[in-house]
Every structure is written in C-alpha cells, then in structure tokens.
C-alpha cells in the first residue's frame, strides 16, 4: 500500500547540529503509526518537516507516492495534513471560534460552529466556543488545538503529545477518537512519552535516538520495558520512595475560596495542609480548581474568601515576590509560557530569581560573572542538555531540558515550600525520572511539596499523602500507599460539605 505520508532520507541541520539525519519515516491511511524518542530525539523537527514548518536540507517529503516540495504549513493543510504541536499556536485574545476560524479561513464562520460543535460532542470536549482562549484552562486550549485540526478535515494527522495535559478518562477517550480517525480512513501519527499509548493504541511504533531512526516494530513486539530500552539505551524503572522523616506543618488554607474563569467552578471552600519533608498529591479531573489552586499558592491570584498560610505567617495577601523571599519555589504547569523567558539567553533565564533575591547585586548593578557561573554550574548539576552557550534563547531546549532549568533556578537557595504543577508533562522517560528525583530530594532536604497534576500514575509513585480536589474542595484525603480504585472513587464523588 501507497504511504499517504512518507520522508525519504530526512536530514534537517540547525547551525552544526543535526537535528535529523538520514531519517525514514511513513504512515499509510487507515493506522496509528506511534513516533516515540527522548526529548531532543529529533521527533518534533521530523514533523515538523512534514508539515512545511521547516524544509529539510536533505532527502523528500511524499504525499501518496509523490514528491512535494512544500512551502510552507498553509501549503501543508490544504494537502490534507494538520498538525497539533505540543506547544499551542493559539491567539490568547481570540475567542475559540475565532482560533477554529483562524486555522480555516475559506469557510463560514456558521459552517465552522456547526463542525466544531458536533465533533467536540463527539470527543467529550466542553468547550464555549464564545470563550477567551487566554482564559481556558491549558487542557481545554489542547482541546482546542485537537478540534482546530479535526475541522479543517486533515486526512493525515499529526499529534504531538495529544494527552499530555489530559486526565486519564480524557486521554483514553481521545485515543479512542484517534483509532476512529484511524478506522475511517485517516493517516495518524502519534508523538507520544506515554508508552502505554504506543503499545495499545497504534498499529507500527518507530524509535528515534539522536536523530537517528533506532528501530521500527510493532505493539505485539513489544513490552514497556523493552520499548524504554529501544527509547534511552537503558532500563529505567521508578518506584515509590516513601519519605523518612515528616515535620511540622508548612503551608495550609483555611476555607479558601476562588471563583473560576469560563463558568468553571474555581474553589468552593478548599483546606489541606502540608508537612515539611513530604510531597501532597493533588489529584483530580482537570477544571476541578487546579489552576485557581496554583495561582492562590503562588501569590498570582488571592481568595475571595478564607486565609493561605506559609510556616506560621499568613501570606493570603502576600504577592509573588514576598512569597519567593519567604522560601516559596514553583514549577508552572506551562514551562514555556511561564517558567522561561523563551526569547532571552540562558543565563538571564537562570539568574532571574537570584537577582531578585539580592545574590547578584540589584537591578541596576547585575554581577554577571557570577550569575553566568552559576548558571554554568546548575547546568552541569542539573544535567542541562542541548546548551552550546550560555546567551542562547532558552525557547531552543528541548522540553525535558528546558524544565531542568526551571527546577535549577527554583531550588537554588534551598525553598522552603514547593509548588510543582504537571512537573512531568510532556517529557520523556529518563527527563521524567529526573524530574521526579529532584522533587524527592527537596521533600528529603526538609521542603513541603505540593505536586498538582492530572497524571495518576505520577501521583501515586510521588505523594506521601494525596487529596483529591473535586468541584473545587477536596471529596477525600489519603496516605500512601494508596488504591486507584479510592482516588477514582473520590475523583467522582462529591466534595466534602
């Protein structure tokens, strides 16, 4: 059978980095052909030449049999190709129609509604199309990027981490949309960490390592264990660590309440605590309060009711910065939007807080030499990949390193209290386990951690205890080791009056 999609001897160079090198790859209509590797293996560059975003320096972009040259991603769509990027390419100041409109220009704004309406149905997407995109929670823009593609009618589909902000009911939902696609004649490529997805929902799996195609097999081939093998060149295999030494009380709130955006219902009267020297899970479907949680806890937001404290000091109407003075460290759920600067070199990423905190001489008189040994430092410690030199844009690391440098900007200094929001979102096996070794080693230096995310799996191999946020208040607390069943009981069940 013709691949409806193929890249013939694909080499892609950025400066005297290749980024892709001699790589072949296709799908043909009607499968799920998974695309797996590490951060920084070469799968987003790969589809991104196969969406026109970039041109390849050498080999060929097919279409059924044929060689295109494309010119660029417009070129891309109406060959019948759309691209859902991990990173969204969204107008924060447009309504959702107006985004959906955007990706379709030729069609009727009520022709678009319509479409759009009947497939979010159809996904069990809830979605206001008149709602501010900038206002959505970051697994409704996903959402949103999904529908914007399935509407402009793409007969080949390309999703790069589709599931990676989506709670486990939604992720399967939606892998079970992609197999429909699939069955009705769409050509589907999925990009994906989650080796589960790979092994139960496509049909062909291939492996990129540095670049380079690693191998191409199939689910019935394949086991986690071997997979992450082909993946890292090693095994890796995490287990719970369970904390050793508990202290006194950190942070908690009192009935905290905080409406939500987009008629979500924010926080309805939440109260939990967290102990120095433990991780708290934060469970729970997404639009449940997360977000308004994050923001309350890291001084973005304040409640309109109920009081925040912080070892003692209420900190309820403290802001950002007197909250990092006071110990305060977090990881955004969006590392790209709100952990990095994506424009401005390395150093100045890294240093920021530093400078904040006084430790490199005020605004007005930075001691870069220090900050840019430090930052050398940290990318060593931290294990920072992908850095040729310290004045380049953080937006060029590859999600998993540009997340390292996050936490090595947050944990310099010792924070007391940490706030980390989907810390593993998007990344990979290995960045993922480092990701989740720094966590527990803060928590054993004596830090409270607060870890909200959508991810059971990372909840339950992470938290001492874990409370479930349901509806905006917690519907049930528990202490590790706990039981799936309970978290999902709790995950639907009402809150606690």
Partial sequence: MTAALALRSVTKRFGGFAALEDVDFHVRSGEVHALLGENGAGKSTLMNVACGLYAPDEGAVEFDGAPVALSGTRDAVERGIGMVHQHFKLVPAFSVLENIKLFNPARSTAEIAETAKALAARMGFDLDLDARVGALAVAEQQRLEILKVLVAGAKIIILDEPTAVLAPQEGLALMELIRGLANDGAAVVLVTHKLHEALHHSDRITVLRQGKVIAETTPDQMDPASLTTLIVGERIVEQPQPAEHIGKRMLWMNGVKMPGANGRKGLTGLDFEVHAGEIYGIAGVAGNGQNELADILSGLGMPTEGTVWMDGHNVTESDARQRRRAGFAAIPVDRYRYGLASRIGITDNFAVSGVLAG???????????????????????????????????????????????????????????????????????????????????????????????????????????????????????????????????????????
């Fill in 359 to 497: 430790r490199y001489g005020s605004w007005f008189r930075v001691n870069r030499a220090k900050a840019r040994a430090d930052a050398k430092a940290a990318i060593a410690a931290f294990d920072v990949q992908g850095v040729r030199h310290l004045k380049q844009r953080a937006g060029l690391l590859s999600g998993g390193n540009a997340q390292k440098l996050v936490i090595a900007r947050e944990f310099q200094g010792g924070p007391r209290v940490v706030l980390a929001h989907s810390p593993s979102r998007g990344l990979d096996v290995r960045a993922g386990a480092a990701v989740h070794d720094r966590l527990r080693e803060a928590r054993d230096a004596g830090a409270a951690v607060i870890l909200i995310s959508e991810d059971l799996d990372e909840i339950l191999l992470l938290s001492d205890r874990v409370g479930v946020l349901n509806d905006g208040r917690l519907s049930g607390q528990f202490t590790a080791p706990v039981s799936r069943a309970e978290i999902g009981q709790a995950m639907v069940s009402h809150g606690t009056e």
